[in-house]
């Protein structure tokens, strides 16, 4: 009999995942925004939407002593992240809520960073995996917005704290309007280039709380070579727990 699960590493074997073998799968996204968020040993940290614990596993990865609290909609998946959280010697808090809810967000516990690989549609058809589905669009009556998911992770976050959210490109606009209206600005916008000369695909924007000044673009990260393996940039990040140049 097919386990419901399996059970994988990231970051060069530095972190055990256990993730359900159909659904919600942790994927490039969750290692890439782990690697941009600028927090330093001992801070608090906030991950809405943490599925099964991915992003917050590969950021503890790679700085010491973070006090990490993390919400997840899901109860499954609330479950098996702290089963991560246990399996890799994090004492992390995960709890079940929904970004909607502001009421859970202001009695959290102030934190230095926030970050969330939100849902990336606003609309279309979901994939056929109803969780899946869940988490890469937000098609149904009421479903959070990117405003909801920037104004839940604001709402705790210290000021001049970071707020991190990685995206489609095609989501950037929508995204840079929601941390503006969650009072978060001076924003950074690091994109993930396929291949050198192609068009990004992905972005992490990182707004300060109470930021001001104009938007910034980095240089970005090319994944991949020629010959299609990772760029030695890109196998630092993904293998070696570097930190992405922000």
Known sequence: ???????????????????PR???????????????????????????????????LCLAARVPG??????????ALATLARTNAAANGLAAEVLEGDVRDLA?????????????NPPFWATGTAPPAAQRGTMTHAAEAGAATLADWACFLAASLVRRGTLGLILPTARLEAGMAALAAAGCGGTLLLPFWPREGQAAKRVLLLARRGGRGPARITPGLVLHGPEGGFTPAAEAVLREAAPLPV
Request: glycine share 10%; charged share 25%.
């Open 22 to 56: 159909v659904g919600l799968r942790a994927g490039l996204d969750a290692v890439l925004l782990a690697a941009g968020i600028p927090a330093r040993p001992d801070q608090a940290v906030l991950e809405a939407g943490c599925g099964s614990g991915a992003a917050f």
């Open 104 to 116: 859970l967000a202001r009695r959290l516990p102030p934190c230095d960073q926030a970050f969330a």
């Open 1 to 19: 009999m097919t386990e419901a699960w399996t059970e994988d590493r990231l970051l060069g074997g530095r972190v055990a995942l256990r993730q």
């Open 66 to 75: 973070l006090r990490i609290t993390a919400i997840e909609r899901d109860p």
